[in-house]
T-cell receptor, first 114, second 115 residues
Framework: DGGITQSPKYLFRKEGQNVTLSCEQN?????MYWYRQDPGQGLRLIYY???????QKGDIAEGYSVSREKKESFPLTVTSAQKNPTAFYLC?????????????FGPGTRLTVT | AQTVTQSQPEMSVQEAETVTLSCTYD???????LFWYKQPPSRQMILVIR??????QNATENRFSVNFQKAAKSFSLKISDSQLGDAAMYFC????????????FGDGTTLTVKP
């Protein structure tokens, strides 16, 4: 089955530690995205990548970093510089960076930092 | 910059009835795509329906249909014969065309379905 996987589903970390969230897709999609969702709120874009070895900051990139070394993978690192890292994180992909195809979403990772 | 506004934070509907969720957007582009996504309690985002701005005909998918008013920049979602499984948060989203880049999402509308 094709799709997007995010692991783990729940992640707990101590304040001051960096943590990396995994996102893998086997849909052969060019573009990938990371969103943050806080309780009862919409999606805010953290980073996106339209092609391998290239990525752009979204609306709330501070305290986060990404890499796109492979087409299938777009890991997100939440650094200790992120002031309020506890949130639900969604990864998404879309077929073609030039066209406006819909985004496909992973199941999300709930990160709790204490 | 594009903005998407969902003015109804919460809506409720009786099972089997019809409900309409509102969405307005602001853009200077002439070509773009609009989407409605559903996020049930599992939090898995699912595409409900897609509308290309160049198409005058409103998109439909089974019980889901849209009322796309390009001049008014309005894109409402109508759910007919509401079912308990329709209970979810619904997000309206915009993507420009071509060179989509990032999407812009509204803040969402939480839909409750009453049995």
């Amino acid at each position: 089955d094709g799709g997007i996987t995010q692991s783990p589903k729940y992640l707990f970390r101590k304040e001051g530690q960096n943590v990396t969230l995994s996102c893998e897709q086997n849909l052969n999609h060019d573009a990938m995205y990371w969103y943050r969702q806080d309780p009862g709120q919409g999606l805010r874009l953290i980073y996106y990548s339209q092609i391998v070895n290239d990525f752009q900051k979204g609306d709330i990139a501070e305290g986060y970093s990404v890499s796109r070394e492979k087409k299938e993978s777009f890991p997100l690192t939440v650094t200790s510089a992120q002031k309020n890292p506890t949130a639900f994180y969604l990864c998404a992909s879309s077929r073609d960076r030039h066209l406006s195809y819909e985004q496909y979403f992973g199941p999300g990772t709930r990160l709790t930092v204490t | 910059a594009q903005t998407v506004t969902q003015s109804q934070p919460e809506m409720s509907v009786q099972e089997a009835e019809t409900v309409t969720l509102s969405c307005t957007y602001d853009t200077s582009e002439s070509d773009y795509y609009l989407f409605w996504y559903k996020q049930p309690p599992s939090r898995q985002m699912i595409l409900v329906i897609r509308q290309e701005a160049y198409k005058q005909q409103n998109a439909t998918e089974n019980r889901f249909s849209v009322n796309f008013q390009k001049a008014a920049k309005s894109f409402s979602l109508k759910i007919s014969d509401s079912q308990l499984g329709d209970a979810a948060m619904y997000f309206c989203a915009y993507r420009r065309y071509p060179n989509a880049g990032k999407s812009t999402f509204g803040d969402g509308t939480t839909l409750t379905v009453k049995p």
